[in-house]
């Protein structure tokens, strides 16, 4: 079995940074991609940024504040949130792909961004 754990989430200013960091445990042979997702109340989960094969995606309200990477040597994933806003309030979720179909989730942490 596959576990993720989250942290980083929590309360910050418009215009301040957090990062996000997702630890990932148990039987995990080779990692497919990892990626952030979130979801604000009332709306449905979107992909935030995804790491795959060394090459990284971005949703286009993200790109150039929001930095996904991984650590080499664990199944360790981290987001650099920089320039927050408003609307970047939400529940952020960790994914893990084993494969296409093999998919674990963590059990999201809280960003709020407000003056």
């Known amino acids: 079995q596959v576990q993720l754990v989250e942290s980083g989430g929590g309360l910050v200013q418009p215009g301040g940074s957090l990062r996000l960091s997702c630890a990932a445990s148990?039987?995990?042979?080779?990692?497919?991609?990892m990626g952030w997702y979130r979801q604000a109340p009332g709306q449905q989960r979107e992909s935030v940024a995804i790491?795959?094969?060394?090459?990284?995606e971005y949703a286009d309200s993200v790109k150039g504040r929001f930095t996904i990477s991984r650590d080499a040597a664990k199944p360790t994933v981290y987001l650099q949130m920089n320039s927050l806003k408003p609307e970047d309030t939400a529940v952020y979720y960790c994914?893990?792909?084993?494969?296409?179909?093999?998919?674990?989730w963590g059990q999201g942490t809280q960003v709020n961004v407000s003056s």
């Open positions: 994914k893990l792909d084993l494969s296409r179909r093999n998919t674990y």
């Open positions: 790491v795959r094969g060394g090459k990284t």
């Open positions: 148990g039987t995990i042979a080779a990692i497919y991609a």
